[in-house]
């Protein structure tokens, strides 16, 4: 059972893998960005399970764990607030809010009582980061709804590289374990300075679009 898990951990990562780069490369908004972001999310939901499996039940890489609670975390939330489009307040949102930010103390809490067996830079960043975003998602709803505007869309963009470049760096920091901890860590820089590159592009492509001046009927 424990190679099963791994078989279908691995093929199905490797699959989201391919699927998140269609869904970074192709038009976004378009038939083929949606398509493949859809199934981008079924198989890094498959991803997630069969990692919690490998680490609940069967014991494995402890650390992966922090890697699953990120990339599920910024996914679930990525993918809320596409279909929201909007700061309004859902219990269900902040409930797996709060149980992610639990988790979160908990694994900090198991690592600081076994020592630092990974790099420690990897561990409070990764951790860090899933903080910083959850806490942006509180404050959120507290920003009025003419200033929030159309901020959705970048929270958007962010959060869905950031669950790519966290699988990504998961899958590295596993084939190439001789060179961490910059195998974990570089997939992550370049995911954010991607997701910026985007926020950015869409940024003044909608300002370009909002002073167009428009011709008489």
Same mark, same amino acid.
């Given at each position: 059972?424990?190679?099963?898990?791994?078989?279908?951990?691995?093929?199905? +990562?490797?699959?989201?893998?391919?699927? &998140?780069?269609?869904?970074?490369?192709?038009?976004?908004?378009?038939?083929?960005?949606?398509?493949? &972001?859809?199934?981008?999310?079924?198989?890094?939901?498959?991803?997630?399970?069969?990692?919690?499996?490998?680490?609940?039940?069967?014991?494995?890489?402890?650390?992966? #764990?922090?890697?699953?609670?990120?990339?599920?975390?910024?996914?679930?939330?990525? *993918?809320?607030?596409?279909?929201?489009?909007?700061?309004?307040?859902?219990?269900?949102?902040? +409930?797996?809010?709060?149980?992610?930010?639990?988790?979160?103390? /908990?694994?900090? /809490? *198991?690592?600081?009582?076994?020592?630092?067996?990974?790099?420690?830079?990897?561990?409070?960043?990764?951790?860090?980061?899933?903080?910083?975003?959850?806490?942006?998602?509180?404050?959120?709803?507290?920003?009025?709804?003419?200033? /929030? +505007?159309?901020?959705?869309?970048?929270?958007?963009?962010?959060?869905?590289?950031?669950?790519?470049? &966290?699988?990504?760096?998961?899958?590295?920091? =596993?084939?190439?374990?001789?060179?961490?901890?910059?195998?974990?860590?570089?997939?992550?820089?370049?995911?954010? #300075?991607?997701?910026? &590159?985007?926020?950015? *592009?869409? /940024?003044?492509?909608? =300002?370009?679009?909002?002073?167009?001046?428009?011709?008489?009927?």
């Amino acid at each position: 059972m424990h190679q099963v898990n791994i078989l279908t951990h691995i093929v199905a +990562g490797a699959t989201a893998l391919l699927l &998140g780069l269609t869904a970074i490369l192709t038009r976004k908004g378009g038939k083929w960005h949606t398509w493949s &972001g859809r199934w981008f999310l079924v198989l890094l939901t498959i991803v997630i399970i069969t990692g919690l499996i490998g680490v609940l039940v069967f014991g494995r890489n402890t650390f992966l #764990l922090v890697i699953t609670m990120l990339s599920a975390y910024v996914a679930f939330s990525g *993918y809320r607030v596409l279909k929201a489009k909007s700061n309004q307040f859902k219990m269900l949102d902040a +409930g797996v809010a709060v149980v992610t930010l639990m988790t979160a103390s /908990y694994f900090i /809490y *198991y690592f600081r009582s076994i020592g630092m067996i990974w790099s420690p830079v990897i561990i409070y960043s990764t951790v860090g980061y899933l903080l910083m975003v959850i806490s942006y998602d509180f404050i959120r709803y507290f920003i009025p709804a003419h200033r /929030y +505007g159309n901020l959705w869309l970048y929270e958007h963009i962010l959060k869905m590289m950031s669950a790519f470049s &966290g699988i990504l760096s998961a899958f590295t920091g =596993t084939v190439f374990p001789q060179y961490q901890p910059y195998s974990q860590f570089l997939p992550s820089v370049l995911g954010t #300075l991607v997701a910026i &590159g985007f926020m950015v *592009y869409c /940024y003044y492509k909608r =300002t370009a679009q909002s002073v167009r001046p428009q011709l008489p009927a």
